[in-house]
């Protein structure tokens, strides 16, 4: 029953990854069809991420009601209608108004797995169920293609409505599953809700809430921009630079899967220590002042595999690093930190770059990189201080 429950799990993760990738794939065609200009995308992008913040935030108290499966199977229910929402919208306001339960859906399922995971199994699991959202945000592209190759964008957004369906279906019959005992990060027992303001009295949060900050805003920005940076920085073809820059993802996806292998034995906080030092040196690759294009390509991929075990390991630490009884608001937190840093943190870096130049982006990225090390290992130093070594 349990092994059924963690297939079910990794299930859910996917299904997390599969919208994340859609409205990027359609846009092309949907704002000619909608007559939107290229920029809505962004303003549609915001709402769904607004959402995601405050659905993050009220995880806790909806987990604490409702439980982590029936939390779960609400939110992809959400998701899927507001699927559905945007396969029969004929117009932008439509489609800012189905981003509402768009991103709302997401970010409760976000934390309340998450914390789920962190408290029940192991650094592997959680490392290869990231590798798994990394599947479903590879998987949406292509169905969406298909479906406009042969009919409409409607009929990619209606095909991935009917996979969260099902999903959901089989989420609501698991919820027996879920009815193990539950721990402090779970229940709370009687007390009392921590909140935004109770969590950030907790040593250590303000800075893993910058690290975490620091760490979306990095990846984000790098896949956002690295197609740009490689044609207008370093005049590479825009199709080399459009692979690469996949690239940079499949790296993501690719070092979780590998990392679940070692994660176990490592430990959260070597992996996070070692994710960021080759972060950095993926960084540095693109930053060298040499005549080839090899070293700042390659350096996308190394970026890559050095994000891959950064987001899984903090979150699945947050139970050692807090408390158990703390961990579910925590997480919740953690997830708006992370949104509010990938919503806001590239068009920033669009700012710079229109207004400064483009060649900045290696160092932009290296900021967050710094960002993420310092406050990650102020928190280890707060962990040695309680343990008194």
């Not at 592997?124 to 042969?150: D, E, T």
């Not at 721990?183 to 303001?197: C, D, F, I, K, Y």
């Not at 893993?208 to 940076?229: D, N, R």
């Not at 070692?274 to 040499?290: D, F, T």
Request: aromatic share 10%.
């Amino acid at each position: 029953m349990v092994s059924l429950l963690l297939a079910i799990i990794y299930m859910a993760f996917i299904s997390l990854g599969l919208p994340d990738s859609l409205l990027g794939s359609a846009w092309p065609v949907m704002r000619l069809a909608l007559g939107a200009p290229l920029s809505f995308a962004g303003v549609i992008s915001m709402i769904i991420a607004g959402g995601t913040i405050v659905s993050s935030l009220l995880s806790e108290r909806l987990t604490r009601r409702l439980g982590t499966g029936l939390v779960t199977a609400v939110s992809v229910a959400m998701t899927a209608l507001a699927l559905f929402g945007f396969s029969i919208s004929g117009s932008v306001a439509m489609l800012c108004l189905w981003a509402v339960p768009y991103g709302l859906g997401a970010g409760a399922v976000d934390a309340a797995l998450n914390n789920y995971v962190a408290l029940h199994y192991s650094s592997r699991h959680m490392s290869w169920l990231h590798c798994f959202w990394g599947v479903g945000a590879s998987i949406s592209p292509y169905i969406m293609g298909a479906a406009i190759a042969r009919s409409s964008w409607q009929t990619g957004y209606r095909a991935v409505s009917v996979i969260q369906v099902i999903l959901t279906a089989g989420l609501f019959l698991s919820l027996p599953l879920w009815k193990r005992p539950q721990t402090q990060g779970e229940t709370g027992a009687s007390r009392p809700l921590l909140g935004l303001r109770g969590a950030l009295r907790i040593p250590g949060v303000p800075y893993i809430l910058l690290a975490f900050f620091g760490y979306c805003a990095a990846e984000t920005t790098t896949g956002l921009w690295a197609s740009s940076y490689l044609v207008e920085a370093r005049g590479v073809d825009a199709g080399t630079a459009a692979r690469f820059a996949s690239l940079f993802y499949l790296g993501i996806t690719f070092g979780r899967f590998l990392n679940g292998f070692v994660a176990d034995r490592l430990g959260d906080k070597r992996l996070i220590r070692v994710g960021v030092a080759v972060m950095a040196l993926g960084m540095v690759m693109i930053m060298l002042p040499v005549a080839s294009d090899i070293p700042a390509l390659a350096g996308l991929i190394v970026i890559g595999l050095g994000c891959a075990p950064v987001y899984p390991s903090i979150i699945h630490a947050t139970p050692y690093n807090f408390g158990e009884a703390n961990s579910q608001a925590i997480i919740g937190i953690q997830m708006a930190s992370a949104y509010t840093g990938s919503t806001f943190m590239p068009p920033l870096f669009g700012l710079i770059a229109s207004t400064i130049g483009i060649r900045l982006y290696p160092f932009y990225l290296a900021a967050f990189a710094l960002l993420l090390w310092v406050m990650t290992e102020r928190v280890n130093g707060l962990n040695r201080a309680k343990q008194g070594v």
